[in-house]
């Protein structure tokens, strides 16, 4: 089962580049999220969508956008890479948002931005 | 607003020893508590939940009971391997909550040495 998959692994980026973030399911969920986790912060969510056709800001959006390509993809994009974007960004997705339902993580992405 | 607190680490313990990781969380009504693992380069996987009061989750040798007279979710294991050392994430879910995403603690790291 391949479950959650991230690419790329690993990106480093020069300060103003612009990059997609590819995240893909095969669990047929309707939920999927993008969190950044950087030191002493903890998770942080990004954006999330949580069907099929909506998607929602989260905590930190700024520097961000997201498509929900069809129920599989969800993918997101740096428009110009900041330094302060330097993270490790992890995609999730659950059955639905809300209830007991846990989410299922990505290995996740190391971006760094120089 | 939906918020967890953990106690912050880094706690370092010996092979063998009793590990409680404190976690209380504010939510509107009763939400569904999990805790997620993260090994050194890899992403969170679930390791229990609970969905109701007085519940109790368990896995691989970890325990945890909801406990909502002290909004608390500890968790527990009697003797901790060095296999154990990793990221441990607190976590809920609100109750029909519509479309609102897992909310985590910002993680207790946990090194166990030989």
């Known amino acids: 089962n391949a479950g959650v998959t991230q690419t790329p692994k690993f990106q480093v980026l020069k300060t103003g580049q612009s990059m997609t973030l590819q995240c893909a399911q095969d669990?047929?969920?309707?939920?999927m999220y993008w969190y950044r986790q950087d030191p002493g912060m903890g998770l942080r969510l990004i954006y999330y969508?949580?069907?099929?056709?909506?998607?929602d800001k989260g905590e930190v959006p700024n520097g961000y956008n997201v498509s929900r390509l069809n129920k599989r993809e969800f993918s997101l994009r740096l428009e110009s890479a900041a330094p302060s974007q330097t993270s490790v960004y992890f995609c999730a997705s659950r059955p639905m948002t809300g209830g007991g339902t846990e989410a299922f993580f990505g290995q996740g992405t190391r971006l760094t931005v120089v | 607003g939906n918020s967890v607190t953990q106690m912050e680490g880094p706690v370092t313990l010996s092979e063998e020893a009793f590990l409680t990781i404190n976690c209380t969380y504010t939510?509107?009504?009763?939400?569904?508590l999990f805790w997620y693992v993260q090994y050194p380069g890899e992403g969170l996987q679930l390791l229990l939940k609970?969905?109701?009061?007085?519940d109790k989750g368990s896995n691989k040798g970890f325990e945890a009971t909801y406990r909502k007279e002290t909004t608390s979710f500890h968790l527990e294991k009697g003797s901790v391997q060095v296999s154990d050392s990793a990221v441990y994430f607190c976590a809920l879910s609100p109750r029909n909550s519509g479309n609102t995403p897992l909310v985590f603690g910002k993680g207790t790291r946990l090194s166990v040495i030989a």
């Open positions: 609970a969905t109701k009061a007085d």
């Open positions: 969508s949580a069907s099929e056709g909506t998607t």
């Open positions: 939510a509107t009504g009763y939400p569904s």
């Open positions: 669990m047929n969920h309707n939920s």
